[in-house]
Structures are given as structure tokens and as C-alpha cells.
């Protein structure tokens, strides 16, 4: 393929010209990348023998992920939606290509119903309850567990874009693993001023 | 805290969780900073405690350590962003006639936005880092302000 990582065809920091006395060797190699794409339902992973005998797995095509809700402290396996932001690229953004730093949505349905099994608390619930709605069926709750509950209600905090979020079933999370190396898309649900700022590129990039 | 963020990617410091619940709940705007001590005596500045600014090359509030070598040097350049150009002089021994020849060196220095303005005929004092770029290898850890008669590029100081 020829992509080298050598340094002797730049030049020196004082302009000079730097003499080529040898051929490329294999310890400069690169490899092209990955380009992972964003393909609802598909998973294609291909696996490299490295230098050193090790591997890298080159993910070709993703569709899911596990993502770390830092705040709660909890990481949940959950469907990519879409790519919604890229800091380096706007292109990577058009061709739905994840990489390192990509901000995409993804389905809250995972988190939501940790949330709920934990605080017994519907986030994204809409607020009005229709009358002639039949009630949920109340599940038995033992003694115990009502106390766990009402202990964690006392120090619950939540974002409130965060929570706003969960109104249309995505979540803003920015990847952090490297898919052509790990063959993952893993990342964290973006929180705090990182939310702000993303969600203002956004809706920047919607105008 | 606006202007901290000018790039297209949400700058903060790299190991620091700004989101715990903790913070969340108090509602202050201040953050958990990030810093350490270089070392071998250096002062942290100020700036670098209680400033804004994110920089992951600085050797305060960033992800470099500072070993190896210790240069000082004379800013000759200030013109790059967060990284200046020092010249080192030294004189090398002829020996066929027992004399001394000035010779000198530039050295491009990565500088934090911890110290503030820095000009052109300061004494600077830089340790010697990991490659930060092709060309930087040292990390600013102390500005001497100097005043300079003429031009900064034809002294010749040997310290």
C-alpha cells in the first residue's frame, strides 16, 4: 500500500532537506483505517495480526455499544442511533463513520430502565396520565427494598438536559474507544457543561 | 469560562470528572482543576491554580513530566501559539589556536498560558520533556523578565 510513518521524508526544523540513505522499512508501516460505519443491525469485525504476534480488531461496520452513564455509575450495552457530531470532520458526520470523539445518540431504553429498577422513577414519562389509562399493576415491593428506595430517593441528582433527554428516547454520548483498534464503539453519556456545549454545536449545525 | 473553548471539541483537563453528583447538587461554577508540582524546586504559578485554561502540554496542568535535562535560554520569538523560540549560546574550543568561537542555538520551547505575557529578551528556564511535537522537546518552568538594548537575536548571553 506504501503508507509509511517514517520521518525522513520531512523535512528538518531548520528547512534542510533530509538525505534518504534507506528503503522503507516494515517497522514504519500504517495500515489504512478503518472508516467504521454506523449500519443498523450489522456487526463486522475483522482481526489483524499486529506487529509483536498481537492483534488488532479493525470494526468495519457497528450498530451498538456500551456506554457509561459516569455520574450513576453505571454502564449499560445500548443501540447507536446516529452520528450526530464530529469535532475533526464534518464528512464523518455525513457518512455516519464512528471514531474516537464522535458524538452520537443513542437509545435510552437500557438506561431507562436501570433508572427505574433503582429509583423507581420513570424518567421521559409524560407528565399528564390520561384518566382512563388502566394503572400500572403495583409490584409487591418487600420492606427492605422500599427502604433502599427511599434512601437513594434522598440523595438522587440528576442533570436536567440529561433527563430532558430521556423525553425522546436518546441519549448524547461521546465514543471514547478507538473501533479500528478494539473493534468497539464504547464511550460515556455526555453531562454537565460537555452536554451544554455539544448540544449548542447541534443545533449550530441543524441552522 | 466561555472563552476556555475556541475548538470544535470540548476542551477540559483529561483524568479530572467534572460531573459527579456531588458537583452536580452544589450548582457552583467553579470545578474540580487539575495540578501538580514540577519539581527540583520550581513555584507553581498562580495562574496555573486557579486559571481556566486548558493546555494538556503544560507541565503544571497537563499530562507531561518534566525530566532530563534543565536549559536556560533568551526568548528571541513569541510569534507561535503557546510555544516560543529561545536562543542558547555557548562558545566551542578550537584547539589549533587555543581560542574560543561563539556559536549558538534556537530551541523552540512549549510555553503554558500559565505564565503570562512573556517578551522577547526574557531569561526563560525549561526542562526537558517527552516529544510534544516534531520539534519541542522542552517545557517552560520559569520567565525571568530582562530588558534588552537592540536586537534580541544578535546578544550574545552565556549563562
Not at chain 1, 456500551?66 to 464528512?91: D, L, M, Q
Not at chain 1, 434522598?154 to 430521556?166: M, T
Not at chain 2, 527540583?40 to 486557579?50: C, H, N, Y
Amino acid at each position: 500500500m506504501g503508507i509509511s510513518r517514517d520521518s525522513r521524508h520531512k523535512r528538518r526544523l531548520t528547512g534542510g532537506r533530509m538525505p534518504i540513505h534507506k528503503k522503507k522499512r516494515a517497522f514504519e508501516k500504517g495500515r489504512q483505517a478503518a472508516m467504521t460505519k454506523l449500519v443498523s443491525g450489522e456487526k463486522r469485525v475483522r482481526r489483524l495480526r499486529v506487529r509483536g504476534g498481537n492483534f488488532k480488531f479493525r470494526a468495519l461496520r457497528l450498530s451498538d455499544g456500551n456506554f457509561s452513564w459516569a455520574s450513576e455509575g453505571v454502564a449499560k450495552k445500548a443501540k447507536i442511533v446516529e452520528v450526530v457530531y464530529h469535532p475533526s470532520n464534518n464528512e464523518l458526520v455525513r457518512t455516519k463513520t464512528l471514531t474516537r470523539g464522535a458524538i452520537v445518540q443513542v437509545d435510552a431504553t437500557p438506561f431507562k430502565q436501570w433508572y427505574l429498577k433503582k429509583y423507581n422513577v420513570d424518567l421521559g414519562a409524560k407528565k399528564t396520565q390520561k384518566k382512563d389509562q388502566p394503572a400500572q399493576p403495583e409490584v409487591k415491593k418487600s420492606r427492605s427494598l422500599q427502604k433502599k428506595l427511599e434512601q437513594r430517593m434522598k440523595d438522587r441528582v440528576i442533570d436536567n438536559l440529561v433527563a430532558e433527554q430521556f423525553q425522546n428516547q436518546r441519549l448524547l454520548v461521546r465514543i471514547t474507544s478507538r473501533p479500528g483498534q478494539s473493534g468497539r464503539a464504547d464511550g460515556y453519556i455526555l453531562e454537565g457543561k460537555e452536554l451544554e456545549f455539544y448540544v449548542k454545536k447541534v443545533e449550530q449545525k441543524k441552522k | 469560562m466561555a472563552d476556555v473553548q475556541t475548538q470544535r471539541a470540548f476542551q477540559k483537563q483529561e483524568g479530572i470528572f467534572q460531573n459527579s453528583k456531588k458537583l452536580l447538587a452544589k450548582k457552583t461554577s467553579k470545578g474540580v482543576r487539575y495540578w501538580k508540582e514540577v519539581g527540583l524546586g520550581f513555584k507553581v504559578p498562580k495562574d496555573a491554580v486557579e486559571g481556566n485554561y486548558i493546555d494538556k502540554k503544560c507541565p503544571f496542568t497537563g499530562n507531561v513530566s518534566v525530566r532530563g535535562a534543565i536549559l536556560k535560554g533568551i526568548v528571541i520569538s513569541t510569534k507561535m501559539t503557546r510555544t516560543i523560540i529561545i536562543r542558547r549560546d555557548y562558545l566551542h574550543y578550537v584547539a589549533k589556536y587555543n581560542r574560543y568561537e561563539k556559536r549558538h542555538r534556537n530551541v523552540p520551547v512549549h510555553i503554558s498560558p500559565a505564565f503570562g505575557p512573556v517578551n522577547e529578551g526574557d531569561i526563560v528556564v525549561c526542562g526537558q520533556c517527552r516529544p510534544l511535537s516534531k520539534t519541542v522537546r522542552f517545557n517552560v518552568l520559569k520567565v525571568i523578565p530582562n530588558e534588552i538594548i537592540g536586537n534580541v537575536r544578535k546578544q550574545f548571553v552565556l549563562f
